[in-house]
């Protein structure tokens, strides 16, 4: 049933042996595991992992909840250090929380004593960067997602979409290296998550930001990623990389092009052929 | 409009159930001894004020109330925020400070005035060390509530363990502390007037005393009345400035109605 590491790393590998420029990774994962201690033994949330992410690339990691996605996500903020194997962020091992990275949370997280502004000034606060150059900047960003108007409003009189917009426009304040965002939109309802889908693109389209993009949803990821890596759990690992050739900017029709749809198919399948959605 | 109408009401209700109690003393010839009538009772008031002998307590109870308030809190919140922060010290001395909590302070007055004397200094330790206890307590769960996605949120940033306390948990715990805050005025005023129960030259708890044995019960009533509207303002200061720091906790914004009915 299961393929084999070999047969795993040939599939990535072949769908990244395009031809690529000299330019470094954004991200290289080699032999990643993560175990946690559990009354019987250990459970491996994570093995050995490996694939990388170019300089500006968008890719999504999509697998059903338990498949260490958020653990993985973990290891690359630095939240988390793997048991076995590296994680690298521009050629140097992530160890621990850095400063060139941005998160962006299931939930918004949001301060609620700051004000928007001053939520969206979290980082360069907490980095001690002087100035009005990031004040400029922030209005700047939360023009970029429609929220210049609320500024100086504070979280609670925000509504779900336009809160997680401000953890977004937080998470590129400080202008990271990479952008991780764990199932931002999983608690938003369908019709907010579509407008979201579009305004992340927007900011992607804009600020050319490398994205690792976490969710349990198959359509979200094929419509925002280049490269869709398909997670499977018990233990978890990758076992597909899928390349989305759709171009961009992408509208919501897109959704019912036949190579959208073909692509979120045979994802789906794979998944269903190695019963992963199995109870 | 309704309002208007609300407060004429309330003043009624008091001017109804003054007259009430004046007419069912005087009608029952109840002796002043055991229950002077609300004239009697405003009649000490205004004596008590009209000599400054009033004026003269109010001012050393106030002051050892508030001086002990302030030292027992801040005494509080450091025990509490030494605790909440660090591992250590929550093992080896918490259980202490739970033992030490489960004993009525007020039992401690005696022996605080054999150490202190019969001065505001030992007022001053009584109130402190009943009004400690609230914050201690309040200032842990606060501390200790921040929420993981926040502290992770924190951490990603790569802040410092200090920039995590004070930009993160001091807040958080903030709501926490101002509860804890408000329940220590109470027991701050209960703290003053115990210690000048016990001993002290001066303080309306002195007063309430020397009038017992003196047999001066509309005066020890007058005094009543002025610790309540005592206990009233202070507490109400509190809040305000609870309502002016929390302005951003949503739970607050449900209180309004709360704190109309005690105006």
């Keep these: 049933m299961a393929l084999t590491l070999d047969q795993i790393r040939g599939q990535i590998s072949l769908t990244e042996d395009e031809p690529r420029s000299v330019t470094m990774d954004a991200i290289s994962v080699r032999d990643l595991s993560k175990g946690y201690p559990s009354r019987d033994g250990c459970v491996k949330a994570l093995q050995e992992i490996s694939f990388r992410v170019k300089e500006g690339e968008f890719v999504a990691v999509v697998g059903p909840s338990g498949c260490g996605k958020s653990t993985l996500l973990k290891i690359l903020a630095g939240l988390l250090l793997p048991s076995k194997g590296e994680a690298c962020l521009r050629g140097t091992p992530i160890n621990g929380p850095r400063r060139d990275i941005g998160v962006v949370f299931q939930s918004p997280v949001l301060l609620s004593w700051r004000t928007v502004l001053q939520n969206v000034l979290l980082p360069v606060d907490v980095q001690r960067l002087a100035g009005d150059s990031y004040r400029r900047a922030a209005l700047e960003l939360l023009t970029l997602v429609g929220l210049q108007e609320f500024a100086h409003r504070y979280p609670w009189e925000l509504s779900g979409g336009m809160q997680q917009r401000v953890a977004i426009t937080r998470a590129l304040i400080h202008d990271p290296a990479m952008l991780l965002m764990d199932e931002p939109f999983g608690a938003l309802d369908a019709m907010t998550r579509e407008q979201m889908n579009l305004q992340l693109q927007h900011i992607w389209l804009e600020r050319k930001k490398t994205v690792l993009f976490i969710t349990h949803s198959i359509p979200e990821a094929v419509f925002l990623a280049d490269r869709v890596l398909v997670m499977t759990p018990r233990p978890g690992r990758i076992t597909d990389a899928v390349a989305v050739d759709i171009p961009r900017p992408r509208r919501l029709e897109a959704m019912n092009l036949p190579e959208f749809c073909a692509t979120v198919s045979s994802i789906r399948a794979q998944f269903h052929a190695k019963g992963a959605l199995d109870a | ?263």
């Design chain 2, 1 to 263: 409009m309704h309002k208007g109408r609300d407060i004429a009401i309330t003043v009624a209700i008091f001017c109804v159930s003054v007259l009430l109690g004046e007419l069912i003393v005087r009608a029952l010839e109840v002796p002043t001894y055991i229950l002077p009538a609300p004239s009697k009772v405003a009649i000490a008031l205004w004596r008590g004020f009209a000599s400054g002998l009033y004026q003269k307590h109010l001012l050393h109870t106030l002051v050892e109330t508030l001086l002990g308030f302030l030292l027992g809190s801040a005494l509080g919140f450091s025990l509490g925020a030494a605790v909440a922060l660090n591992r250590y010290v929550e093992y080896f001395f918490y259980p202490y400070i739970v033992m030490f909590q489960s004993v009525p302070k007020v039992a401690l007055a005696p022996l605080i005035v054999v150490w202190f004397g019969l001065g505001l200094k030992s007022q001053v330790v009584n109130v402190a060390l009943v009004a400690c206890f609230p914050l201690i307590v309040n200032t842990i769960a606060g501390l200790k509530s921040a929420d993981e996605d926040r502290i992770n949120l924190m951490r990603s940033l790569a802040a410092s363990r200090s920039q995590i306390f004070w930009m993160l948990k001091l807040p958080t715990a903030l709501p926490f502390v101002m509860a804890g805050l408000e329940v220590s005025m109470i027991f701050a005023l209960i703290g003053a007037i115990v210690a000048e129960f016990v001993g002290s030259s001066a303080g309306l708890g002195m007063l309430i005393q020397s009038m017992n044995f003196n047999m001066d019960v509309a005066g020890q009533f007058s005094v009543l009345l002025i610790l309540s509207i005592l206990g009233l303002l202070l507490n109400r200061c509190i809040l305000l400035i609870r309502r002016r720091i929390l302005f951003w906790d949503t739970s607050e914004k449900q209180q309004p109605e709360r704190e109309r009915v005690i105006i």
